[in-house]
T-cell receptor
Framework: DAGVTQSPTHLIKTRGQHVTLRCSPI?????VSWYQQVLGQGPQFIFQ???????GRGNFPDRFSARQFPNYSSELNVNALLLGDSALYLC??????????????FGPGTRLTVT | QQQVKQSPQSLIVQKGGISIINCAYE??????FPWYQQFPGKGPALLIA?????SEKKEGRFTISFNKSAKQFSLHIMDSQPGDSATYFC??????????FGAGTILRVKS
């Protein structure tokens, strides 16, 4: 079975632009979470979606938004890009978001570079 | 209170030795404690996880030890191999919600 897939793999954008990152969860998984990983640090939670509803939001500005589609895939949007948004953006999929099992499986990530 | 503190920052172990990484947390509502392994340029891979109702869990060469009263947990890698060289992250969550990660430990296993 395919794991979590993310696209694109790499992306280079200019300050002020916007970006859309995409994620497809493991088949049968209904919850998707987004994390930002700056080089040399642990991942930081951005959003969690379960059954197409936002279930949690991390300490990120309103420039960050996300949504989940009926097929459980998800998009992360970032507007007005800043240099500090350069990071590896990770998508994690889990079977259920509100009660066990709690395992979250990560995709390979999208490497975003803002110049 | 949401932090997970991880140590050491880096670790060098001889092949065949035991690698030990420690984590501490403050939030007593955390009820799920996974460990992830990450290779350069890749996403974190779930290695092993524990719930607070058990004090130890073993899967192959990997063991989690959990001390609820001290709010600490650790990863032991037995018979460490060069292929284990990677960055390891501990994490914690409440009810399967957001994962709070430690800062990571860079492990190098010398052959």
């Amino acid at each position: 079975d395919a794991g979590v897939t993310q696209s694109p793999t790499h992306l280079i954008k200019t300050r002020g632009q916007h970006v859309t990152l995409r994620c497809s969860p493991i088949s049968g998984h209904k919850s998707v979470s987004w994390y930002q990983q700056v080089l040399g640090q642990g991942p930081q939670f951005i959003f969690q979606y379960y059954e197409k509803e936002e279930r949690g939001r991390g300490n990120f500005p309103d420039r960050f938004s996300a949504r989940q589609f009926p097929n459980y895939s998800s998009e992360l949007n970032v507007n007005a890009l800043l240099l500090g948004d350069s990071a590896l953006y990770l998508c994690a999929s889990s079977l259920r978001g509100l009660a066990g099992p709690y395992e979250q499986y990560f995709g390979p990530g999208t490497r975003l570079t803002v110049t | 209170q949401q932090q997970v503190k991880q140590s050491p920052q880096s670790l060098i172990v001889q092949k065949g030795g035991i690698s030990i990484i420690n984590c501490a947390y403050e939030n007593t509502a955390f009820d799920y404690f996974p460990w992830y392994q990450q290779f350069p340029g890749k996403g974190p891979a779930l290695l092993i996880a524990i719930r607070p109702d058990v004090s130890e869990k073993k899967e192959g060469r990997f063991t989690i030890s959990f001390n609820k009263s001290a709010k600490q947990f650790s990863l032991h890698i037995m018979d460490s191999q060069p292929g284990d060289s990677a960055t390891y992250f501990c994490a914690a969550s409440e009810y399967g919600n957001k994962l709070v990660f430690g800062a990571g430990t860079i492990l190098r296993v010398k052959s």
